[in-house]
């Protein structure tokens, strides 16, 4: 019965040696885990500002765009308008060559003294 015995409390001291292990083991993970999980936790929001950030800037160069498009617009909308009014101009021009057309006004000079003032 001894031999038993001496057995049975070897198997004991055994299991208990292998608990505490496993209960650092168990501690040692549920530590990596809940590391592991802020570490996501941060990179996640760090993602999330970034996306944010870009959303922001594309959102910003899809406004200048349109804006940009516009003005585009508007100036092709006047350079053809004014394409039309000196296509009619010359071809008004053509058909009365006789026409007589005023010479343009010359520019006014007027005298500037030394000091910078007009003398008129």
């Given at each position: 019965?001894?031999?038993?015995?001496?057995?049975?409390?070897?198997?004991?001291?055994?299991?208990?040696?292998?608990?505490?292990?496993?209960?650092?083991?168990?501690?040692?993970?549920?530590?990596?885990?809940?590391?592991?999980?802020?570490?996501?936790?941060?990179?996640?929001?760090?993602?999330?500002?970034?996306?944010?950030?870009?959303?922001?800037?594309?959102?910003?160069?899809?406004?200048?765009?349109?804006?940009?498009?516009?003005?585009?617009?508007?100036?092709?909308?006047?350079?053809?308008?004014?394409?039309?009014?000196?296509?009619?101009?010359?071809?008004?021009?053509?058909?009365?060559?006789?026409?007589?057309?005023p010479?343009?006004?010359?520019?006014?000079?007027?005298?500037?003294?030394?000091?910078?003032?007009s003398?008129?």
């Amino acid at each position: 019965w001894d031999d038993e015995k001496k057995k049975l409390e070897t198997r004991v001291l055994e299991s208990d040696q292998t608990l505490v292990l496993v209960a650092q083991e168990k501690e040692s993970l549920e530590h990596a885990k809940e590391e592991t999980e802020r570490k996501l936790v941060e990179e996640l929001e760090r993602l999330k500002d970034a996306y944010a950030m870009q959303v922001e800037e594309a959102e910003g160069m899809h406004m200048r765009l349109n804006q940009t498009e516009s003005t585009l617009s508007s100036v092709t909308k006047e350079k053809d308008s004014l394409e039309a009014e000196r296509h009619a101009i010359v071809s008004t021009l053509c058909e009365h060559p006789a026409a007589s057309v005023p010479p343009a006004a010359p520019l006014l000079q007027i005298p500037i003294s030394a000091s910078g003032e007009s003398e008129v």
